[in-house]
Protein backbone atom coordinates (compact mmCIF):
# COMPACT_ATOMS: atom_id res chain seq x y z
CA UNK A 1 0.00 0.00 0.00
CA UNK A 2 1.30 3.29 -1.37
CA UNK A 3 1.59 5.93 1.77
CA UNK A 4 0.48 9.67 1.19
CA UNK A 5 0.78 12.29 3.64
CA UNK A 6 -3.00 12.40 4.26
CA UNK A 7 -3.22 8.55 4.46
CA UNK A 8 -0.72 8.00 7.60
CA UNK A 9 -3.30 9.06 10.38
CA UNK A 10 -5.72 6.59 8.72
CA UNK A 11 -3.06 3.68 8.06
CA UNK A 12 -1.47 3.95 11.87
CA UNK A 13 -4.92 3.96 13.19
CA UNK A 14 -6.30 1.47 11.46
CA UNK A 15 -2.97 -0.75 12.51
CA UNK A 16 -4.04 -0.81 16.16
CA UNK A 17 -6.41 -3.03 17.76
CA UNK A 18 -9.22 -1.34 19.46
CA UNK A 19 -13.04 -1.17 19.39
CA UNK A 20 -13.03 1.88 16.82
CA UNK A 21 -9.97 3.72 15.08
CA UNK A 22 -12.26 6.19 14.01
CA UNK A 23 -12.64 7.28 17.72
CA UNK A 24 -8.90 6.73 17.80
CA UNK A 25 -8.41 9.66 14.97
CA UNK A 26 -10.89 11.86 16.61
CA UNK A 27 -8.92 11.53 20.08
CA UNK A 28 -5.71 12.14 18.59
CA UNK A 29 -7.18 15.15 16.71
CA UNK A 30 -8.84 16.61 19.99
CA UNK A 31 -5.49 16.20 22.21
CA UNK A 32 -3.83 17.86 19.42
CA UNK A 33 -6.00 20.83 19.63
CA UNK A 34 -6.14 21.17 23.03
CA UNK A 35 -2.25 21.28 22.93
CA UNK A 36 -2.45 23.88 20.37
CA UNK A 37 -4.83 26.46 22.31
CA UNK A 38 -3.18 25.51 25.67
CA UNK A 39 0.23 26.71 23.80
CA UNK A 40 1.75 29.90 22.09
CA UNK A 41 -1.07 30.21 19.65
CA UNK A 42 -3.47 31.62 22.67
CA UNK A 43 -1.79 34.87 22.73
CA UNK A 44 -2.34 35.43 19.04
CA UNK A 45 -4.61 37.63 18.16
CA UNK A 46 -6.49 35.53 15.42
CA UNK A 47 -6.80 32.59 18.25
CA UNK A 48 -8.38 34.85 20.72
CA UNK A 49 -10.85 36.18 18.26
CA UNK A 50 -12.06 33.08 17.91
CA UNK A 51 -11.87 31.59 21.39
CA UNK A 52 -13.32 35.02 22.83
CA UNK A 53 -16.06 34.07 20.05
CA UNK A 54 -17.08 30.79 19.95
CA UNK A 55 -15.28 29.46 23.81
CA UNK A 56 -15.53 25.34 24.57
CA UNK A 57 -17.87 22.93 25.12
CA UNK A 58 -18.30 21.23 28.12
CA UNK A 59 -16.24 18.13 27.05
CA UNK A 60 -13.56 20.48 25.69
CA UNK A 61 -13.53 22.50 28.84
CA UNK A 62 -13.01 19.82 31.20
CA UNK A 63 -9.99 18.28 28.16
CA UNK A 64 -8.45 21.57 28.86
CA UNK A 65 -8.58 22.00 32.40
CA UNK A 66 -8.06 18.32 33.24
CA UNK A 67 -4.85 18.79 30.91
CA UNK A 68 -3.20 20.97 33.89
CA UNK A 69 -1.27 22.49 32.26
CA UNK A 70 -0.67 26.49 31.58
CA UNK A 71 -3.21 27.10 34.31
CA UNK A 72 -2.47 30.22 33.38
CA UNK A 73 -3.00 30.34 30.05
CA UNK A 74 -6.28 28.61 30.27
CA UNK A 75 -7.43 30.97 32.72
CA UNK A 76 -6.44 34.11 30.07
CA UNK A 77 -8.66 32.27 27.28
CA UNK A 78 -11.55 32.11 29.93
CA UNK A 79 -10.75 35.58 31.33
CA UNK A 80 -11.19 37.20 27.80
CA UNK A 81 -14.30 35.02 26.42
CA UNK A 82 -16.18 35.81 30.06
CA UNK A 83 -15.83 39.72 29.14
CA UNK A 84 -17.17 39.21 25.36
CA UNK A 85 -19.77 36.79 26.36
CA UNK A 86 -20.66 39.60 29.33
CA UNK A 87 -20.62 42.40 26.74
CA UNK A 88 -22.80 41.10 24.46
CA UNK A 89 -25.49 39.63 27.06
CA UNK A 90 -25.86 43.07 28.30
CA UNK A 91 -26.85 44.60 24.88
CA UNK A 92 -28.98 41.52 24.13
CA UNK A 93 -30.71 42.12 27.46
CA UNK A 94 -30.93 45.67 26.61
CA UNK A 95 -33.59 48.16 28.89
CA UNK A 96 -34.49 44.90 31.52
CA UNK A 97 -31.43 46.53 34.06
CA UNK A 98 -32.69 49.83 33.56
CA UNK A 99 -36.26 49.32 35.19
CA UNK A 100 -36.59 50.94 38.40
CA UNK A 101 -37.74 48.19 41.52
CA UNK A 102 -40.52 50.43 41.76
CA UNK A 103 -42.02 50.63 38.06
CA UNK A 104 -44.84 48.53 39.54
CA UNK A 105 -46.84 49.40 36.41
CA UNK A 106 -44.44 48.53 33.89
CA UNK A 107 -44.45 45.05 35.81
CA UNK A 108 -47.80 44.86 36.21
CA UNK A 109 -47.92 45.05 32.17
CA UNK A 110 -45.82 42.62 31.47
CA UNK A 111 -47.85 39.91 33.40
CA UNK A 112 -50.43 41.13 31.70
CA UNK A 113 -48.86 40.90 28.46
CA UNK A 114 -48.09 37.33 29.73
CA UNK A 115 -51.74 35.74 30.12
CA UNK A 116 -53.23 37.89 27.76
CA UNK A 117 -50.67 35.91 25.03
CA UNK A 118 -49.39 39.45 24.33
CA UNK A 119 -45.69 39.71 24.11
CA UNK A 120 -44.33 41.93 26.06
CA UNK A 121 -40.84 44.26 25.83
CA UNK A 122 -39.27 41.73 28.62
CA UNK A 123 -40.87 38.37 27.24
CA UNK A 124 -39.07 39.37 23.31
CA UNK A 125 -36.24 40.02 25.35
CA UNK A 126 -36.02 37.06 27.04
CA UNK A 127 -36.67 35.09 23.64
CA UNK A 128 -33.45 37.00 22.23
CA UNK A 129 -31.49 35.66 25.15
CA UNK A 130 -32.61 32.13 24.50
CA UNK A 131 -31.58 32.42 20.82
CA UNK A 132 -28.29 33.96 21.42
CA UNK A 133 -27.56 31.19 24.07
CA UNK A 134 -28.76 28.67 22.15
CA UNK A 135 -26.26 29.01 19.26
CA UNK A 136 -23.25 29.59 21.65
CA UNK A 137 -24.05 26.51 23.08
CA UNK A 138 -23.38 24.84 19.72
CA UNK A 139 -20.22 27.05 19.23
CA UNK A 140 -16.95 25.43 20.71
CA UNK A 141 -13.29 26.24 18.89
CA UNK A 142 -12.49 22.24 18.90
CA UNK A 143 -15.89 20.61 17.46
CA UNK A 144 -15.97 23.37 14.48
CA UNK A 145 -12.55 21.88 13.54
CA UNK A 146 -13.78 18.31 14.43
CA UNK A 147 -16.22 17.93 12.27
CA UNK A 148 -14.40 18.79 9.15
CA UNK A 149 -11.27 16.71 9.98
CA UNK A 150 -13.41 13.56 10.57
CA UNK A 151 -15.14 13.98 7.53
CA UNK A 152 -11.66 14.53 5.70
CA UNK A 153 -10.85 11.28 7.66
CA UNK A 154 -13.70 9.50 6.60
CA UNK A 155 -13.21 10.40 3.03
CA UNK A 156 -9.44 9.02 2.59
CA UNK A 157 -10.86 5.48 4.52
CA UNK A 158 -14.07 5.19 1.60
CA UNK A 159 -10.55 5.95 -0.93
CA UNK A 160 -8.06 3.60 0.67
CA UNK A 161 -11.45 1.04 0.40
CA UNK A 162 -11.63 1.52 -2.93
CA UNK A 163 -8.23 1.17 -4.35
CA UNK A 164 -5.83 -0.15 -2.22
CA UNK A 165 -6.60 -4.21 -1.58
CA UNK A 166 -4.19 -4.35 1.28
CA UNK A 167 -6.40 -1.82 3.31
CA UNK A 168 -9.56 -3.31 2.76
CA UNK A 169 -7.91 -6.55 4.19
CA UNK A 170 -7.35 -4.10 6.88
CA UNK A 171 -10.62 -2.40 6.94
CA UNK A 172 -12.12 -6.27 7.25
CA UNK A 173 -9.95 -7.19 9.97
CA UNK A 174 -11.09 -4.79 12.54
CA UNK A 175 -13.52 -4.84 15.25
CA UNK A 176 -16.07 -2.54 13.93
CA UNK A 177 -17.09 1.20 15.06
CA UNK A 178 -18.78 3.04 17.47
CA UNK A 179 -22.65 3.10 16.44
CA UNK A 180 -21.62 7.30 15.72
CA UNK A 181 -18.90 6.50 13.49
CA UNK A 182 -20.88 3.66 12.02
CA UNK A 183 -23.28 6.49 11.21
CA UNK A 184 -20.86 8.53 9.77
CA UNK A 185 -18.64 5.66 7.71
CA UNK A 186 -22.72 5.14 6.25
CA UNK A 187 -23.17 8.72 5.27
CA UNK A 188 -19.46 9.09 4.15
CA UNK A 189 -20.36 6.65 1.50
CA UNK A 190 -23.48 8.34 0.13
CA UNK A 191 -21.26 11.44 -0.23
CA UNK A 192 -17.95 9.85 -1.81
CA UNK A 193 -18.68 6.40 -3.46
CA UNK A 194 -21.46 5.77 -5.94
CA UNK A 195 -22.92 2.60 -7.87
CA UNK A 196 -21.61 -1.49 -6.97
CA UNK A 197 -18.31 0.24 -4.88
CA UNK A 198 -20.85 1.68 -2.61
CA UNK A 199 -23.02 -1.35 -2.61
CA UNK A 200 -20.21 -3.48 -1.68
CA UNK A 201 -18.83 -1.26 0.95
CA UNK A 202 -22.39 -0.68 2.92
CA UNK A 203 -22.84 -4.65 2.75
CA UNK A 204 -19.26 -5.04 4.22
CA UNK A 205 -19.62 -2.49 6.76
CA UNK A 206 -23.18 -3.62 7.90
CA UNK A 207 -22.09 -7.20 8.00
CA UNK A 208 -18.67 -6.41 10.32
CA UNK A 209 -20.84 -3.96 12.35
CA UNK A 210 -23.40 -6.30 12.80
CA UNK A 211 -21.01 -9.39 14.05
CA UNK A 212 -18.95 -6.85 16.41
CA UNK A 213 -21.87 -5.70 17.99
CA UNK A 214 -22.68 -9.57 19.03
CA UNK A 215 -19.76 -9.73 19.74
CA UNK A 216 -19.30 -7.16 22.22
CA UNK A 217 -23.05 -7.96 23.69
CA UNK A 218 -21.75 -11.76 24.43
CA UNK A 219 -18.27 -9.90 26.05
CA UNK A 220 -20.50 -8.64 28.74
CA UNK A 221 -23.04 -11.23 29.22
CA UNK A 222 -19.60 -13.14 29.95
CA UNK A 223 -18.51 -9.97 32.30
CA UNK A 224 -22.08 -10.43 34.43
CA UNK A 225 -21.84 -14.48 34.38
CA UNK A 226 -18.75 -14.32 35.94
CA UNK A 227 -19.79 -12.88 39.43
CA UNK A 228 -22.17 -16.20 39.39
CA UNK A 229 -19.75 -18.28 42.52
CA UNK A 230 -20.59 -21.22 40.26
CA UNK A 231 -18.33 -19.11 37.14
CA UNK A 232 -15.76 -18.27 39.48
CA UNK A 233 -12.71 -19.96 38.29
CA UNK A 234 -14.17 -19.80 34.61
CA UNK A 235 -12.15 -18.13 32.62
CA UNK A 236 -12.45 -14.57 31.32
CA UNK A 237 -11.34 -14.42 28.31
CA UNK A 238 -12.13 -11.38 26.95
CA UNK A 239 -14.74 -10.12 28.84
CA UNK A 240 -12.58 -8.36 32.04
CA UNK A 241 -12.39 -5.13 30.49
CA UNK A 242 -15.65 -5.56 28.20
CA UNK A 243 -17.66 -2.91 30.19
CA UNK A 244 -15.57 0.30 29.05
CA UNK A 245 -14.92 -1.28 25.32
CA UNK A 246 -19.21 -1.73 25.44
CA UNK A 247 -19.52 1.95 26.08
CA UNK A 248 -17.11 2.86 23.82
CA UNK A 249 -18.91 0.76 21.13
CA UNK A 250 -22.01 2.58 21.84
CA UNK A 251 -21.02 6.15 22.14
CA UNK A 252 -17.73 6.62 21.04
CA UNK A 253 -14.44 7.58 22.82
CA UNK A 254 -14.61 8.31 26.63
CA UNK A 255 -12.18 9.18 29.33
CA UNK A 256 -13.56 6.63 31.84
CA UNK A 257 -11.15 6.44 34.94
Avoid at 11 to 37: G, H, Q, S, W
Avoid at 74 to 84: A, K, Q, R, V
Avoid at 123 to 139: G, N
Avoid at 222 to 250: C, E, H, L, M
Wanted: net charge neutral; glycine share 6%; charged share 30%.
Amino acid sequence: MKEKIYTIPVTEAFNVDCECPMCLLEKRFEEDRIDYFLGPSLMEPDTRIETNEEGFCRRHFEMLYNKQENRLGLGLIIDTHLMEQNNRLRKICGGILNQQDDDSKTLISEIKGIFSGKSGKNEKTAEKIIAYLSLLEKKCCVCSKLEYTMDRYIDVTLYLWSKEDDFRNLFNAKKGFCLKHFKQLLEGSEKYLSGRIQNEFVANLVRIQLENMDRIQQEVNWFTKKFDYNNSDAPWGNSRDAVPRSIQKIVGYCNLK
